[in-house]
């Protein structure tokens, strides 16, 4: 089973900063790797797909990069309405898993 | 308009076992595989089953694995998840979702959840 990572686990962030989101995978899993957002309450939006994919509907500022086991989220400039939980999920280790990652919470600083 | 509405869920005893439902609309159905995510109380994703398309390949974590069964009954619009065997660890939110093609991909709509409680 690919074991995902990510880092920090919380960050702490002003307005208006910029904001980068690290995914680690325990073996490749090319650009098969996805993005949510989750705020208190709510169910997760997906952001990203093929690692750097904008999902329909999602502001410019979400950004992501990477491919094999190391990939990023970045948000260019964090808004009021991005404080929020973070995951990264793999969809390349079928049919083992498509597992993800334990979330990164960005909070306001 | 996708809408996914999960029903089946609520308190069981260890061992026991629950079918959760799932009726979608909005899509056409059987052009996306589909999956049940679920979230313990306080805590992050967790990936339980997909289904493709036509249902003829079903995937599982390895934690659900022998005790649980995802369906799909393609004339219906509707989705399942058996469960057997429960445990206090199968405590939690499990969300109905669609995913974003016909074979197993990201997930790109949710449904509200649908509680499952697991105590005596």
């Known amino acids: 089973e690919t074991m995902m990572t990510q880092s920090p686990a919380t960050l702490s962030v002003s307005p208006g900063e910029r904001v980068t989101l690290s995914c680690r995978a325990s073996?490749?899993?090319?650009?098969?790797l996805a993005w949510y957002q989750q705020k208190p309450g709510q169910v997760p939006r997906l952001l990203i797909y093929?690692?750097?994919t904008r999902a329909t509907g999602i502001p410019a500022r979400f950004s992501g990069s990477g491919s094999g086991t190391d990939f990023t989220l970045t948000i260019s400039s964090l808004q009021s309405e991005d404080f929020a939980v973070y995951y990264c999920?793999?969809?390349?280790?079928?049919?083992?898993?498509?597992?993800f990652g334990p979330g990164t919470k960005v909070d306001i600083k | 308009e996708v809408q996914l509405l999960a029903s089946g869920g609520g308190l069981v005893q260890p061992g026991g076992s629950l079918r959760l439902s799932c009726a979608a609309s909005?899509?056409?159905?059987?052009?996306?595989?589909m999956s049940w995510v679920r979230q313990a109380p306080g805590k992050g994703l967790e990936w339980v089953s997909t289904?493709?398309?036509?249902?003829?390949?079903?995937y599982y974590a390895d934690s659900v694995k022998g005790r649980f069964t995802i369906s799909r009954d393609n004339s219906k619009n509707t989705l399942h998840l058996e469960m057997h065997s429960l445990t206090a660890a199968d405590t939690a939110l499990y969300f109905c979702?669609?995913?974003?093609?016909?074979?197993?991909?990201?997930?790109?709509?949710w449904g509200q959840g649908m509680l499952v409680t697991v105590s005596s």
């Open positions: 093929g690692a750097s």
């Open positions: 999920q793999q969809y390349n280790n079928w049919p083992r898993g498509f597992t």
């Open positions: 289904i493709v398309g036509s249902g003829g390949s079903t």
């Open positions: 073996q490749s899993v090319s650009i098969n």
């Open positions: 909005g899509f056409t159905f059987g052009n996306y595989a």
């Open positions: 979702a669609k995913d974003l093609t016909i074979a197993a991909a990201p997930i790109s709509d």
